[in-house]
């Protein structure tokens, strides 16, 4: 594999557990923040010790909620994600996760000396009852003041999360937020559905069928009207989830789907590098302790390149562009009809793949089915 190009940084803390939230976060009331950036910054010393960066293209700050730092441990954060990825781009897309109400005047100014230049806030739905009904704690005039200091602030590259299939939700519910979120006029949306995560107060709920969710025919109205609506509106769906302008897409996350190589650093994070996936340790104290004395594992999975080949199909094939040849030549040394061939034959043949100038991608009629097409590759050369 090459080297990364890409930074994955995984800041945990957040300011309440949301009810539908299985990510490695935990409530920021007495964590120790300082010791948590101390053995981050070990983790950054010895992962490019081992393993030397290139330009690094693009850095992604994902949480929990990193904007609940304070402006002096912000600018802390930035300056030793700086020092240790120091060689960049001179177009670098640096993304931080937010939630509305967490970022002030003072915090976006430290963010942007720091060289964030894209913001993604988790807004879910513009319905302030049903935000408290899923445990969020902002409500939608938190979304409109945070996104009017950010432009304040200079950020021009702007993006909000939605969710659908929510308990309670309907399709009225979802219009109104459809409506409110195209008003703002942003550079990207990303869409997703709900899903019951195990370790999560919805799934407790579920367990005893005191959560009432949308019917699935509803929730895929849903999904087929926001990309009526979005795509009317002039973004272009690149990805199942996600919505941009065109310029907007998302960089880092596109070296996932692209299966690239890419540092994880962080309590919880997963990093993709040297044939190798990882999961660091997860708990706080646990975490910090271990980069004390070496990088900080829960897991190490080597990769073989059978596996590669079918991780490069799965992912690839999530964006609406698909999978490109030259990209698995250069990756894989063979040509990837000559490894996939009768899939994509089979595939191509049922309706789910059509063929491109370059590739493969999947037909739109396949996008709500897009669950049987990953997973006609699972195993397939290493079951």
């Not at 904007?67 to 600018?75: A, G, R, Y």
């Not at 304040?152 to 590259?157: D, E, L, P």
């Not at 709920?205 to 959560?211: A, F, G, S, V």
């Amino acid at each position: 594999m090459k080297p990364p190009t890409a930074v994955y940084i995984h800041i945990p803390f957040c300011t309440n557990k949301c009810h539908y939230c299985d990510f490695n976060s935990y409530v920021l009331k007495g964590q120790p923040v300082g010791e948590y950036l101390d053995a981050l910054e070990r983790e950054m010393e010895a992962t490019v010790k081992r393993l030397p960066p290139r330009r690094i293209e693009t850095i992604f700050v994902g949480g929990g909620t990193p904007t609940v730092l304070t402006p002096s441990q912000m600018e802390r954060f930035l300056r030793l994600t700086a020092d240790y990825f120091a060689d960049r781009v001179d177009d670098l897309e640096f993304t931080m996760e937010a939630n509305p109400g967490t970022t002030d005047p003072d915090k976006l100014a430290v963010m942007r000396e720091g060289g964030v230049n894209r913001i993604s806030f988790g807004v879910q739905s513009f319905h302030d009852p049903l935000l408290e009904r899923i445990g969020r704690i902002h409500q939608s005039e938190d979304v409109y003041r945070s996104l009017e200091y950010a432009r304040a602030a200079g950020f021009g590259n702007l993006t909000i999360d939605l969710m659908f299939g929510l308990p309670g939700q309907t399709m009225e519910l979802l219009e109104d937020s459809l409506d409110q979120a195209l008003k703002l006029d942003l550079q990207h949306y990303s869409i997703y559905g709900l899903k019951v995560e195990e370790n999560t107060l919805f799934h407790a709920l579920y367990q005893k069928n005191q959560l009432v969710l949308p019917e699935e025919e509803v929730e895929a109205s849903m999904f087929e009207r926001i990309m009526e609506r979005l795509e009317r509106a002039g973004y272009r769906q690149y990805e199942i989830s996600n919505f941009a302008r065109p310029g907007y897409e998302s960089r880092h996350n596109t070296m996932y789907w692209r299966n690239r190589a890419y540092y994880g650093l962080g309590a919880g994070a997963h990093g993709y590098a040297d044939a190798e996936r990882h999961v660091n340790i997860k708990g706080i104290q646990p975490y910090n302790q271990a980069a004390m004395h070496k990088l900080p594992r829960l897991e190490v999975h080597p990769v073989s390149r059978e596996e590669a080949m079918e991780d490069f199909m799965m992912v690839g094939l999530r964006l609406l562009e698909g999978v490109r040849r030259n990209d698995f030549e250069d990756q894989f040394g063979v040509p990837m009809e000559a490894v996939f061939g009768g899939i994509i034959q089979d595939l191509t043949g049922k309706g789910l793949l059509e063929k491109t100038g370059v590739g493969y991608r999947m037909t739109r009629e396949a996008v709500p089915l897009a669950n049987v097409v990953f997973g006609a590759f699972i195993g397939l050369l290493t079951g």
